[in-house]
């Protein structure tokens, strides 16, 4: 497998959906960097299901320790090791399918992959492995806003709703982390809507980047979108990535989709933002953009055909259990974490963190 | 900079627009595959501009020389170093326009980022760079092709025009590489109509791994999405990347977006492809599909306001020479090399190519 | 900080001293292995400390909990977390002197380096460490035995006296780990005398590697002998390594430093070893022969002079606690586990271990 | 294979001993630089044959053409590609004894690794593959040299001839690059000898780094040590490499090979060194002090047995050609650079080099 990502700051996790624990060695954090376990905490608890009728009942009250790398309060620039518990988990219903290949589920690749596998809970495709990634992220973000640069994410659209508005402050006052507070109300009710027919939606999540400075990224196969769209497509359910004006950059004319150079504040700046922050791979200094697809949760209590793997033969599944709806719900703070770790690796090869500088 | 790519199967790049030559190292292929200068001509040849009326008039007749790692007709395992020389070209109209940042371009990152640049013909920002990838690619695609598995890169979209008809046969026979041949009609008819009032078009590329065995792609953070999609999103222009169904899957319901497993001549597969061949990261023996969109060419006679960053005061800037009206057109045979690359490096990774055995 | 190490089998190590815990997370490790808590506790045992005279009266009786990558008592091809936890370590005589740098440790380096450091028991560069690569090296070499390979690492030289005879059995027999029982007898003389004067000694190492098979290594860069070099010089208190004849190399003439090739059982062979089992940075199938040199522990409680780092003074130290007079006798269990991850990494590079292929 | 060496300052080689040409490309190197073909060709021609009678008489008047990355006689930050031509050699004797085993060559362990490969004076096992080391190690060279860091390396010992005297400005003054004159003409006459008796003889050569600054190298895995010892273990004929006292200490006390730190010039720095300027794997801004073991040269015109691959017979082998008896007398430059590599990579990545900030 391959569980590291990242160059200079760079993370490394572990862990399965129904074993004892989940976790990550975050390494690269410079020394001198005030961190408590509470900053990882507020981070975890924006990811935690249970907190609403759109997402998961199941609690998990994730709490995650951390068992080295700080001392007195601030990083020592050495390898910062949190472990999050994982609670008593009903492993039982597991057991009934562990034969059956949950449609879009990886039992069936990795099963075929490698040859045997924790069945339980999706062991470590399961998407609670992200709780490790918003641990790490947490530190990225904290180092990100030391030197002013902060990453949101949000619910740009769910089941073809649309937010319209986009107001930062709406965006965590609501069950489905949208910045537009009546589209909230939609989505919310197409999310019901498919989970009362035992059914899932999918969505488009969107993160902006501010005040990252222009200048980060490495051409020509380390491009801020080559890393970005590396660490967002590699979140669970994630179908494709896109920047700036995006896809719709199809259908435009170059004399549209080119942002041309201004002067602002006595700094060399774009007009628009088509380019999403980013020209050839290295940042200018706009807002990055990112939006994401997630697809709709697989787990769906609807019945559907599938093989059963030892017999080769048909069966019905219905997966039960109490599952997220729609997961995208939760996708914001993973995607946040991801882009904070890519930006914080960049800060660092791009010299604009020194690595051995002690924070002050 | 950063100009390798990949793990077991890796390149590195080199060369500047304008400099005396290009080139890649390959390293990583096994020995025993037979390799000419004819396989690695043939995809330059795809790639090769002023072959119609809708690229650039530019002639680049491109010849790779293999200066190592091939001996009496067979790879050797050792590395392969190919060169590319670039014709003699005319960097006066750079001259002219070195200190004004064409918009879309790199111009203004690379200047911002190194302080000092090759400023002609875009230096290493140019899209030049891609025929080194090309040749690499084309060692790729032999390596892969000995294990049956195909990749196929075409035209799906032009400025808002689709293709509808799939006939992998059609995509060389038009100057478009679309595999429709009507739709590529009026595809050349709008690049055409955009190139005579000076500005260029963008487009989506589908890219289609055959044969492809289950199993490859690295789970947590070198998924086959991650990895296809940092190589893709690595390419000049591209701006998204979608995998299966991609951004389509956020309109849809989990019940159809869920690909049903069957047995289908004793293997495990699935119905349907909303999954694009890779679930989990891993693929699943499916066809892999990937699309891409590549923004209008940036390059554009039509006048548009920029800056002059010595003096930092506002400029009108019209881009003159031989510039492609639709890039897209010759991304195709990139996109495939870039993929092919990818899924070498996987097929190592997986076990599944023996870097060590000679090939037979 | 670079805290993890290999390629495809990959360790990454986290934790200090006197910090909560220590832990490693092991990458890439095949599916099928059966493992257990008592394969690694094997191992931590031959490391652990207070075990004789000759060792610090520490006890460290260190247990290493799995928490991940293992179900059903066989790994699953996800990563291996490893955690031990620490005793509540008194940590108040290092109050005492924080600000004084311990001759021939590494509080000089880390405080300029990070500006801010752990200082408790060494923090980070503590070789309690090590305690997390053991655990680690339990793992590659359970895969390593797997396939035939054998890894026995034994005290050679201790203040000058040399093991005249090497007997395997010996080795863990007598308490400085010597493979010569009357050589071991001299040589814990020689520690309790330089014990008994607050000194202590250095020693050679002897690492073997039984069985690999021919074609380990991936020259130019990842020679046998880069990669087991550099993962023994990374081990604490190394300050040279050698392969084969070694440093006597250099007296020696051509004609008798070749190793003449031979036929032996239909196999090619070599009839002496010289190379040290690598030539090319290949492996050729005789043993493996690798030796480093330890240098003296660092901290004796013998009157040193020093530097106070905040008054920029000179003082005195006399580093008091239960330190080991001489750790060349712990090193044997470190350099077994670092060399057999090197050599899982390199049967896993060279295919001979294939790393989605269930273990049986 | 492996062809790439370094994180930040990377160099990627190619080519084999009979091919068309050898090369490098080095990634990395901020803009800025003034660099010109002079100061490539000035650290090739300090590694050229042919030079004295204790030298291979073989004429390689290497010279290196840069093909990218510096524009206007500046670095421009993009990779610098460096092609070396090869001269028509004359492969014939090569097809003589291309199934013989040349003892101590890598002959047995390509042909087992990779099952085919180019013979023809080694192919790429070659040191004439070094000529791309020593062209890369120039641009580090120079680079470091802007940060005030020299590198010299020199032969220390040859055949049992210890140099006693070193001088720095005798090393080039001489053929067997000694420090010490009398040495010199002692080292040149058994040389010689060995040479008129169809025999070879090795040596030791000494890397010294003057005014690295304190704080370079990334603990745990990738201390000075760890990552000096690979690139040196990684030239041709190398076994073994040893710091400060290196072997020596395992004779010594603690007492006696703990270095005093002490205050001059108001900073700390230590009294003696036998660490050899690096403590914990981290610089001290004492001298870094590196020697390495140099095998006597294998081809040796003595008659040797070995076995013809092809019949596994035992056949007799007298290696013709105009070989160098002492391999060592080359050996300076080769280590010059491949140190000077590693010290430029931990610059970068210590942050002592921005990458991203243009060298005035």
Same mark, same amino acid.
């Not at 062991?123 to 992200?130: F, H, K, L, P, V």
């Not at 005040?211 to 200048?215: C, R, V």
């Given at each position: 497998m391959s569980n590291s990502f990242g160059t200079l700051f760079r993370i490394t996790t572990w862990g399965e959906s129904h074993g004892k624990a989940i976790g990550v060695v975050v390494d690269g954090? #410079?020394? /001198?960097l005030e961190l408590g376990g509470e900053d990882v905490q507020r981070e975890l608890d924006k990811r935690a299901p249970g907190q609403s009728e759109v997402t998961s009942p199941r609690k998990e009250a994730d709490k995650a320790e951390i068992l080295s790398g700080v001392f007195e309060g601030k990083t020592t620039g050495t390898p910062i090791s949190m472990v999050i518990c994982n609670k008593d988990a009903d492993s039982s219903k597991y057991e009934k399918i562990k034969h059956l290949l949950r449609p879009g589920h990886a039992d069936f690749t990795y099963q075929v992959k490698y040859g045997f596998r924790d069945y339980r809970g999706g /062991? +470590? =495709? =399961? @998407? +609670?492995?992200?709780a490790a990634r918003v641990a790490a992220g947490a530190i990225a973000k904290k180092l990100l806003a030391k030197h002013g640069i902060t990453i949101i994410a949000y619910v740009r659209e769910i089941a073809g709703i649309k937010a319209t508005k986009i107001d930062f402050k709406e965006v965590y006052k609501n069950d489905v982390r949208c910045p537009d507070r009546n589209a909230a109300k939609k989505m919310e009710h197409a999310i019901l809507k498919a989970k009362n027919s035992g059914d899932s939606v999918g969505g488009i999540c969107e993160i902006i980047a501010l005040? @990252? #400075? @222009? /200048?980060l990224g490495k051409p020509i196969y380390n491009k801020l979108e080559s890393d970005l769209g590396s660490a967002i497509l590699g979140i669970n359910a994630v179908k494709g990535v896109e920047f700036g004006a995006g896809f719709e950059l199809a259908k435009m004319k170059g004399s549209r989709s080119n942002d041309e150079f201004i002067v602002k504040n006595n700094k060399i700046t774009t007009k628009t933002n088509n380019h999403g922050g980013i020209l050839g791979g290295i940042s200018t200094g706009m807002p990055i953009v990112i939006r994401a697809v997630v697809k709709p949760a697989s787990s769906i209590l609807k019945k559907q055909h599938t093989i059963n793997y030892k017999t080769m033969k048909q069966e019905t599944i219905s997966v039960e259990g109490r599952h997220d709806p729609a997961t995208i719900v939760r996708f914001p703070p993973i995607a946040e974490a991801m882009a904070a770790i890519v930006l914080a690796d960049h800060m660092l090869m791009a010299g604009k963190i020194n690595p051995d500088k002690l924070i002050k």
């Open positions: 954090c #410079p020394a /001198g /062991g +470590r =495709s =399961s @998407a +609670r492995e992200t005040n @990252a #400075p @222009a /200048g």
